[in-house]
């Protein structure tokens, strides 16, 4: 064993047990190693100079950017019954987590919370998910045991769920080569009751079995065995089977954080505005904001009424009325409109009870 005290140029090493300096070869191996190491630590030194500044401006940029206090975008009031507005959080998150597939930490929420789940709600999410972890592995068997119960409703929903299973099976025949052949034919049985609605694809299909002695990824046909298809059936079977179950492909509370994204910033600006101009008493409804926020075709869910009288859109508290005349205005609009008893439509010149209108549905 050699050590030395200095790693410069012409230092003497020594052997550690007897103090006998190291031949001229091994002096010089040694004086090699601690230059690199001395160059290496030197450029690390070197680099970590040239990023600190960076690093230790990503303090004051998140400082910069992010707002420490949101709260004041929410009305306190929003707040008010703490123990339902949190248990109705906590099951947002347990469907969430049972939609994603994280059963075992959506049980483990379920206990520390003291949340009952009931059995049908789970039950659901239970299934899609065992289907899913089957398809993610490349077995077909549980999707279309899936789809051929409930082939009926698939049909009503317009959906070719079970034909795109059907092919994704026959082309893994074909993958299988020459030897598959005669067991491709015979499963291509399955094709018939899709025949009018996707006669061009099962041709294809047919007409990719001339090739199969050749190898099918050097034939024209070659784009059947791309693994896209996986993750295209993946996302056919989830939306799907939410559409026939009754439930949203993205959980509650993807949407809900998503949309937050969208809207906070706005929301903060609208803020900062109203302290500006000392005018809080602009945002005073907890269930309804003071400007429309934009979020995008995929947050479209249901349909939307304003009232044209008071440019307001309607809620559960303020719903809207169809009058006798067929035009359709709010509650509030309508009760502002009667005179006397009776009221007079804004838009035609017809008057009428005010008992007689109907409230709407969207």
């Not at 999707?143 to 959906?159: C, D, K």
């Not at 906070?264 to 003071?290: F, Y």
């Not at 559960?316 to 609009?333: E, F, M, Q, W, Y």
């Amino acid at each position: 064993m050699a050590h030395c005290n200095l790693c410069l140029p012409g230092s003497t090493f020594y052997c550690r047990d007897g103090g006998t300096p190291l031949s001229a070869t091994l002096s010089l191996v040694m004086s090699q190693c601690c230059r690199k190491i001395k160059d290496t630590v030197q450029k690390l030194a070197s680099d970590h100079k040239d990023i600190h500044s960076s690093v230790s401006r990503v303090g004051k940029a998140i400082d910069r950017n992010f707002d420490s206090e949101i709260c004041g975008v929410v009305s306190d009031a929003v707040w008010d019954a703490r123990e339902q507005q949190q248990q109705i959080l906590q099951m947002a998150i347990v469907e969430h987590l049972y939609q994603q597939g994280m059963l075992s930490v959506a049980e483990e929420l379920c206990q520390e919370s003291t949340l009952n789940v009931d059995l049908d709600f789970k039950q659901p999410f239970l299934e899609l998910n065992r289907i899913l972890e089957a398809l993610h592995e490349q077995d077909l068997g549980p999707a279309l045991e899936w789809a051929v119960s409930h082939r009926q409703r698939l049909l009503e929903l317009n959906s070719s769920l079970e034909f795109k299973l059907h092919r994704l099976h026959f082309i893994r025949l074909l993958a299988g080569g020459p030897e598959k052949q005669l067991e491709a034919l015979s499963y291509a049985r399955h094709f018939q009751p899709f025949a009018r609605l996707h006669q061009r694809e099962i041709q294809v299909m047919m007409g990719s079995l001339v090739y199969l002695r050749l190898g099918l990824e050097k034939s024209p046909y070659c784009h059947l065995l791309d693994n896209s298809h996986w993750a295209e059936i993946c996302e056919t079977f989830t939306r799907d089977a939410c559409s026939l179950l009754g439930l949203s492909v993205e959980s509650p509370l993807s949407v809900s954080f998503a949309s937050g994204c969208v809207a906070l910033p706005v929301l903060m600006n609208i803020k900062a505005v109203i302290e500006q101009r000392q005018c809080t008493g602009v945002w005073s409804h907890k269930d309804e904001l003071p400007i429309e926020i934009e979020l995008g075709m995929k947050c479209w869910y249901h349909s939307v009424f304003a009232c044209p009288i008071l440019r307001q859109q309607t809620s559960d508290s303020n719903p809207p009325i169809k009058l006798i005349c067929g035009h359709v205005i709010s509650r509030d609009a309508l009760n502002k409109l009667i005179n006397g008893g009776k009221l007079k439509c804004p838009y035609c010149p017809m008057e009428q009870n005010p008992a007689d209108g109907k409230r709407i549905i969207f």
